[in-house]
């Protein structure tokens, strides 16, 4: 009884917390919206040592890439650990042992890919829904609330950036943060003008 009523505690604990995380970011302010020029791959190498422990508990490996190496970003630090965390522990839940899941980033999206168990097409709308799971037992037994894709999704709202979801039954899921325009568009256009010059 003592350990059912401490897993309790800990679910509903991590339920407020992540509760508390969603409210606020509907009510987000400038002040704690605080975008800073980051290096992607130095922010890739916190966030694999932050969530190891994660990793770890089912033995599965996460494949990092930044292209290029040298890739900055503006975006708020906290806010995209936050993301990028929450999309890494979906990953883990819907992977099996000893697989690996893939952390990439380029200049047009921060993405994360598994190879679990994927999400079902009719779903794939819903899931970013507060509260909503998919496999409703197996999440509670998960220790989920249905809140972090909601979460992901606010955060990535307020950097005017997209979360795209693809995913095939039994094949897995790609999750990405696609980053606003602006930058391709510049090279582009810089493309088009030397294009042009020649
Ligand atoms: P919480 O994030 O609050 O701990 P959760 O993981 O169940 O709980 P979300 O992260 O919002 O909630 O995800 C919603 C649902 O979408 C999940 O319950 C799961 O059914 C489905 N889902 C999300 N990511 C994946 C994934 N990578 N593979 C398979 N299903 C997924
Ligand atoms: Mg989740």
Known sequence: ALIYIENECRRLSRLSMKMLELTGLYEASEDSF?????????????????????L??????LDVFCEPK?????????????????????AVK???????????????HLMVQDFGK????????????????VDKSRSRANGGAGLGLAICN???KLHQAKLQIMSKMGIGTQVSVCFPKEVCRQVNSEKMEMEEEV
Not at 56 to 61: A, F, G, H, L
């Open 70 to 90: 040298e890739l900055v970003k503006k975006f708020d630090q906290d806010l995209m650990i936050s993301v990028v965390t929450n999309l890494i522990d979906n």
């Open 56 to 61: 770890q508990e089912k033995n599965i490996s």
């Open 94 to 108: 819907a992977s099996r042992k000893e697989s690996k899941i893939v952390l990439e980033a380029t200049p047009d």
């Open 118 to 133: 994927g999400i079902p097409k009719e779903e794939l709308e819903m899931v970013t829904e507060p509260f909503y799971m």
């Open 34 to 54: 605080n975008p800073a020029e980051i290096q992607v791959d130095n922010f890739l190498k916190g966030v694999k040592e932050l969530i190891d422990c994660r």
């Open 154 to 156: 606010e955060i990535v």
